[in-house]
């Protein structure tokens, strides 16, 4: 296992790049902890793959390091890098069976082979797949084969990293939920630094201890879910992470207060914001009142998805979503909208500032 830095790191595909909308991943600079498991999180483009493939060594990139426990691997090839990696789509060899494919990688480096049976039935557990060991992988459905080259992935207990791209994508649903919760189990147990890009984000929140989200090539936070959740760094992680995403008002911030339209906001903490600013607020804490002092808003109508109500508004001309929990009644004649005080952030050109005196 390895703690892996990522010195300077910049890619462009050109081979002339000018300004920095021709990077596909924009300069960054992290160190990713030994032993844990990271999430790389974004939409379609957003230079997920372009990152993973620098530190898999599938691309060497236009600029910085990559480092594996302080040695500088940035020009090594795959192969030197002792990792473990499962694309999206299947890898596996036809004419062998289940229980050869997954040994594979263990015979290749000459482990004995009682070890060996141990570690394939262990696996093999794993993805359920104990009964078909002794079948030829040819003849196979898809998703039978992405589970043996997940199995491929964590049978070595040595590797610096474990790398998966979208390993999901061809799995049935159920099975999804099954091989996340044993790769959390896999992680629990040998500790593996692991690194697991997908776009969606109820598979980044439940396997990972830090999400790295990125946008528009750019790491804009790493956080813990909660973080994400409670303290969006950047607009986009707010409008990505949850379900309905986080609420944007434009506000002119004036010390202690808001103003959002003609309404004065307390904010519970004093700023400092120039340029676009905007208050971000999750539905979550979104309270709704009929009459009194808050925020003018209309309700265009109110879904219920079993747990929680999703209450959808028009508020100052921009559709806005409050969430309100099971068994609480909205307000009849509801005409106004107020904020939770520890519910709101404060965003200054899309990222977000902190009150004067807090750390974060
Ligand atoms: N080989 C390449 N040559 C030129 N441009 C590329 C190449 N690979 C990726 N890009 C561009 O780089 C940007 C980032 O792509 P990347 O594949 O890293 O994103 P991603 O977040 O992994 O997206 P997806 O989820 O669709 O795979 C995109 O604009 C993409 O078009």
């Known amino acids: 296992m390895a703690k892996i830095t990522l010195e300077n790191l910049a890619h462009s595909y050109l081979p002339d ?70 694309f ?15 040994a594979f990688p263990l015979k290749n480096r000459g482990m004995d082979a009682a070890e060996i049976k141990r570690r394939v039935q262990r696996v093999g557990k794993m993805i359920d797949m104990e009964a078909e060991l002794d ?11 992405q589970k043996i080259s997940l199995g491929r992935g964590m049978v070595r207990e040595d590797v610096n990293a474990l790398l998966f791209d979208e390993p999901l994508t061809v799995i049935d649903p159920h099975m999804k939920w099954e091989l996340r919760t044993q790769l959390k189990q896999l992680h629990q147990d040998f500790g593996h630094t692991m690194i697991y890009v997908t776009h969606d ?60 339209g003609d309404t004065t906001v307390e904010l519970g903490g004093t700023y400092v914001a120039s340029g676009k600013t905007q208050l971000g607020v999750r539905p979550e804490f979104i309270r709704l009142s009929a009459g009194g002092t808050g925020i003018p808003a209309q309700i265009n109508r109110v879904e219920d998805v079993g747990r929680h109500k999703i209450v959808r508004l028009t508020v100052e001309g921009h559709e806005t979503n409050a969430v309100i929990g099971e068994g609480v009644d909205i307000p009849a004649g509801t005409d106004r909208i107020s904020f939770a005080p520890e519910g709101i952030n404060v965003y200054a050109n899309d990222w977000r500032i902190s009150a004067k005196g807090d750390a974060a």
């Not at 999206?88 to 997954?102: I, S, W």
């Not at 750019?218 to 986080?246: C, K, N, W």
Request: charged letters at 20%; a negative charge; aromatic letters at 8%.
């Open 88 to 102: 999206q789509f299947p890898v596996v060899y036809d004419t062998m069976t289940v229980r050869q494919n997954l």
């Open 135 to 145: 079948h030829k992988a040819r003849g196979l459905t898809a998703d039978a084969k």
């Open 17 to 86: 790049p000018k300004s920095e909308n021709d990077f596909a991943l924009k300069e960054l600079n992290h160190d990713w902890a030994d032993g844990e498991a990271y999430a790389l999180l974004g939409s379609s483009g957003c230079g997920k793959s372009t990152l993973l493939n620098i530190i898999s060594g599938l691309l060497i990139p236009s600029q910085g390091r990559v480092l594996f426990d302080g040695t500088d691997v940035t020009m090594s090839p795959t192969a030197d890098r002792n990792i473990a990696q499962v």
């Open 201 to 260: 984000q109820t598979e980044a929140l439940t396997f990972a201890d830090k999400v790295v989200v990125m946008y528009d090539g750019r790491v804009v936070q790493i956080g813990t879910p909660q973080d994400l959740f409670e303290r969006p760094a950047h607009t986009f992680v707010g409008y990505f992470i949850g379900s309905p995403g986080m609420n944007l008002f434009e506000a002119t911030i004036e010390g202690a207060t808001a103003r959002v």
